[in-house]
């Protein structure tokens, strides 16, 4: 690995995040430090930024980085608890929020994490270590039925049913361990010309489910509204069609002043418009980004204002 991760978006989204130099800023997912170094280099010192990781080893070695900048809190806590830490911090509201979602490229080629299939290790997938669930615990112990539907709604994965069914049949015979041994069991009933799309969306429902990445998104968002200061931003960058629907969603719903039916003569929702959207469309990476990070090219950033 040549580097342990390049940031994506970096210009882009600290620049819609920072709109004062002195203000308090979130990052909810710290990693190698990339995006909270960026903002650091913009604010003056006044300014400062609270970043959390649920990864013990990037929390660590950014616990290392920025040892020497006082205007720098880190946490080894999951992102949704942003109003937790606002607590803990005495902050009433933060004047920006980002969020990076999805794992680091050190965390994706990592032998430990088991997040690849391309790369032999344990089955594992959780991003906490301290979770209960394996992506391993999950397959040998749950249902055919919530296999199939896992790898159905957070993989996007059409053969679910038959996939969910080989990996039935396989764990009678021995638990089923390794990155290895499930590639070779959704091998066995996929098309080689689909192969590296079924992988790779098993492997990313898998570690949706055992991240329970949905809900955490959802819970992150609604806890960010509300320690978010007037004029603050929310910055999200996500990486796959079902992080961007909830972001996308979340930040329609808020920015409407009601959500009574069309045909009510009068509004009766009670409903508070809380943000203002200012990416109409997703910003995504630049070609020569693309070109010289991979990883990149499903990137989408949004972005919503406090009002
Ligand atoms: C794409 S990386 C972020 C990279 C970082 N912005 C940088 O430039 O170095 C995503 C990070 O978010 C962390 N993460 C994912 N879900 C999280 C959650 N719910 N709470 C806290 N951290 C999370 C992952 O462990 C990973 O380190």
Same mark, same amino acid.
């Given at each position: 690995?040549?580097q342990?991760?390049?940031?994506v978006?970096? *210009? ?11 203000g308090?800023?979130?990052e ?6 990339g995006h ?9 010192k006044k ?18 980085k920025?040892?020497?900048?006082e205007?720098v809190?880190? +946490?080894?806590?999951?992102?949704s608890?942003?109003?937790v830490?606002?607590k803990?911090?005495s ?8 969020a990076d979602?999805?794992?680091s490229?050190?965390q994706?080629?990592?032998a ?8 032999h290790?344990?089955?594992d ?5 301290s979770? *209960?669930?394996?992506a391993?615990d999950?397959i040998n112990?749950?249902?055919e ?7 159905f709604e +957070? ?9 969910a ?5 396989a764990?009678?015979?021995k *638990? ?21 799309k ?8 898998l570690?949706?489910y ?11 968002l609604?806890?960010s509204?509300?320690v ?6 929310l ?5 796959h069609s079902?992080e961007? *629907?909830?972001?996308?969603?979340f930040?329609k719903?808020e920015?409407?002043s009601?959500v009574?039916?069309?045909e009510?003569p ?5 409903k508070?418009?809380r ?10 990476p630049?070609?020569?980004e ?10 989408k ?7």
């Amino acid at each position: 690995m040549s580097q342990l991760h390049t940031p994506v978006l970096l *210009r882009e989204s600290v620049d819609y995040l920072i709109t004062k130099n002195d203000g308090i800023y979130f990052e909810g997912t710290l990693g190698f430090g990339g995006h909270t170094q960026e903002i650091l280099k913009q604010l003056d010192k006044k300014g400062s930024i609270v970043s959390t990781d649920v990864d013990k080893g990037a929390f660590e070695y950014c616990k290392n980085k920025f040892r020497d900048d006082e205007r720098v809190k880190l +946490y080894k806590f999951n992102f949704s608890l942003i109003d937790v830490i606002a607590k803990i911090e005495s902050i009433e509201f933060f004047d920006g929020i980002l969020a990076d979602l999805g794992v680091s490229s050190f965390q994706l080629e990592s032998a430990a994490a088991g997040f690849s299939y391309s790369i032999h290790s344990e089955l594992d997938l959780r991003l906490d270590k301290s979770l *209960r669930k394996t992506a391993a615990d999950f397959i040998n112990q749950e249902t055919e039925e919530e296999i199939a539907r896992v790898i159905f709604e +957070y993989g996007e994965e059409k053969n679910s049913r038959k996939i969910a069914r080989q990996i039935s049949e396989a764990r009678k015979n021995k *638990r089923i361990k390794t990155t290895d041994e499930l590639k070779k069991i959704i091998m066995s009933v996929t098309n080689p010309k689909y192969l590296t799309k079924t992988l790779s969306r098993v492997f990313q429902a898998l570690r949706i489910y055992v991240n329970d990445e949905l809900s955490v998104l959802k819970s992150f968002l609604e806890n960010s509204v509300e320690v978010l200061n007037e004029g603050g931003r929310l910055v999200v960058i996500s990486y796959h069609s079902l992080e961007d *629907r909830i972001v996308k969603e979340f930040f329609k719903y808020e920015s409407l002043s009601c959500v009574c039916p069309p045909e009510a003569p009068i509004c009766t929702c009670g409903k508070i418009k809380r943000l203002n959207i200012l990416t109409k469309k997703p910003i995504i990476p630049s070609d020569s980004e693309v070109n010289k990070n991979k990883r990149s090219r499903s990137a989408k950033l949004r972005v919503a204002e406090r009002i």
